[in-house]
């Protein structure tokens, strides 16, 4: 049996001089203890020395993925023989097997083997220090990690987070330097900020117009469609904003080209990630979309990691914060993430948002596993999801026109019950009832006595509604005349209060002036006095006239 040990410096092929002793595998480690009894177990035969180090990492990567490199196939073929050959990697095993028709061996006695040998390494290999092992070992391993990373599928999506967090940031930045030259041009120009609503177009315009005064003889036609020309230059004559001046316009003229420059970069940097997006995961950008993929990636970390995933996991991503706290207070949790930004959630009505998010979702989870450990790089499975996904959302909305319209395929609302109907036919299980002609006799009789019975329940009915109104009115009546009697008792108790009031005044009035001298007043007075008294009998058989009527009444 040979035994294959691959080290930084070469290849070495040792052949084993005891073999039953490999059927002892607890106790093989004793006899690599010194370089004494490990030379009793295997022996150098032959040795295979790279080069440089190009060689040795193009050994060491084909190694890694279970191939043999055409150093390592002639080495074997002038070595090998016809021998079982031991070997650290099934994989490596296999392909050697079918390449070089080698028996190869891998078990637990060939790993304590390896192990015995690595032990003894400097010891079994003559021309080999320690001191030349260390840094060998340690250049190519420098070397293998530049490869990986420089090639590695898991970290070329590193562009895409850089370029999607880079997009929000420039987004960022326009929209503040884009309202700034709108609030500092606007002391100028405040009508333009609502004639022009675009930020792009605004800057276009500032920049070529500057002073107000200059819009109109300046042509727009380029940045502005023509009825929004007419506008700004009919508000820039009778715009009410401040005077500006020159310095001032020049330093808003180079906000205006950074804004200009920030749209352009931007604009260059999302064709790039429609690229990156287009070629890294073709089936995840077919469904999603390359804005709404790239921030899924860049949330997950890497496209394998984002692979992992579940699709429960990849609709609430983005919406992490909500999930833990609808958990925490026991409220419903969150439908969707980061995923709500996609075009087939937009086309869905409110109330089918969460069905279609979570199929889109599951068909992400598997296209994000396409993307990142499939061989092919095209599209053809996202497409295919995609139109399914659309179907689905048009089977939605049909069910629901069906169930509101009330058509075959779909039930109405609100259904009228009757017995006889099927539950999702629209036809009869029994035919409709139809007229009986030959009733019409008995129904005719029975109409006849109904008839006479109902006569005189009629009548009678009638007459109590009579007297009963005509007790209404004669109530009526005696409660407007105790009315009547009640006012006319109180004014006859008023009057005699009255007049005696006004006795006492004139009395005190006629004693002032018989104090002051004045003979001719008291005179009047005194005629006043009988003249009054003559007309006191006479109104008193008028009021009792008028008792005695109200008494007969």
């Known amino acids: 049996m040979l035994v294959l040990f691959e080290t930084p410096a070469g290849f070495a092929l040792f052949k084993v001089l005891d073999e039953g002793k490999l059927s002892k595998v607890e106790d093989l480690w004793k006899d690599f203890s010194t370089a004494e009894s490990a030379r009793q177990v295997v022996k150098l035969k032959a040795f295979s020395k790279f080069e440089n180090t190009s060689e040795a990492l193009e050994a060491a990567t084909l190694l890694i993925d279970g191939k043999a490199s055409k150093g390592l196939r002639k080495f074997l073929r002038a070595h090998c023989g016809k021998d079982t050959l031991a070997v650290a990697d099934s994989k490596l095993g296999n392909a050697i097997k079918e390449k070089l028709q080698i028996d190869c061996v891998h078990n637990n006695a060939v790993m304590e083997l390896m192990r015995g040998v690595r032990n003894q390494l400097t010891e079994l290999i003559s021309g080999l220090a320690v001191q030349d ?125 950074q804004v200009l420059s920030l749209s352009e970069y931007r604009a260059q940097l999302f064709d790039y990630l429609k690229s990156r997006m287009n070629t890294i995961a073709p089936n995840l950008t077919a469904l999603v979309g390359e804005l709404v993929g790239a921030r899924l990636i860049a949330h997950g970390g890497s496209l394998l990691n984002l692979a992992k995933q579940p699709g429960s996991t990849v609709q609430i991503l983005g919406a992490e914060k909500a999930l833990f706290r609808a958990l925490k207070t026991k409220h419903a949790t969150p439908k969707y993430g980061l995923i709500y930004h996609a075009s087939l959630i937009g086309q869905a009505a409110p109330k089918f948002k969460g069905k279609i998010s979570r199929s889109l979702a599951a068909k992400s989870a598997l296209a994000i596993r396409c993307d990142a450990l499939g061989d092919g790089q095209d599209n053809t499975m996202g497409l295919e999801n995609r139109a399914k996904l659309e179907a689905r959302l048009r089977n939605l909305e049909g069910k629901e026109l069906g169930r509101f319209g009330g058509s075959a395929k779909g039930k109405p609302k609100i259904e009228a019950y009757d017995k006889d109907r099927k539950k999702g036919a629209g036809g009869l299980i029994t035919p409709a009832k139809t007229y009986n002609p030959s009733a019409d006799s008995v129904i005719g009789q029975l109409a006849s006595a109904m008839d006479e019975d109902t006569q005189q329940p009629t009548t009678d009915k009638k007459k109590e509604k009579k007297e009963k109104k005509e007790k209404k009115k004669k109530e009526k009546e005696k409660n407007e005349e105790d009315k009547e009697t009640l006012q006319a008792d109180g004014d006859a108790d008023e009057e005699p209060v009255k007049k005696e009031k006004k006795k006492k005044k004139k009395d005190s009035t006629e004693d002032a002036e018989l104090q002051n001298g004045d003979k001719d007043a008291g005179e009047k007075k005194k005629k006043r006095k009988k003249h009054e008294e003559q007309e006191e009998p006479a109104e008193m058989p008028s009021k009792k006239k008028g008792k005695k009527k109200k008494s007969e009444d």
């Open 133 to 257: 092992m260390a840094p060998m070992s340690l250049g190519l391993s420098h070397s293998l990690s530049r490869y990986k990373l420089k090639f590695s599928a898991e970290k070329v999506d590193t562009m895409i987070v850089q370029a999607i967090g880079l997009l929000d940031d420039l987004d960022k930045e326009l929209n503040t330097y884009a309202m700034r030259v709108r609030e500092w041009y606007g002391w100028h120009f405040p009508e333009l900020t609502k004639i022009i609503q675009d930020n792009i177009q605004y800057a276009r315009a500032v920049k070529l117009m500057g002073d107000r005064v200059n819009a109109a003889s300046l042509d727009f036609s380029e940045i502005l469609p023509e009825e929004v020309e007419a506008e700004l230059k009919e508000a820039s004559v009778i715009s009410m904003g401040t005077e500006i001046g020159e310095l001032d316009l020049a330093n808003i003229r180079e906000l205006c080209d």
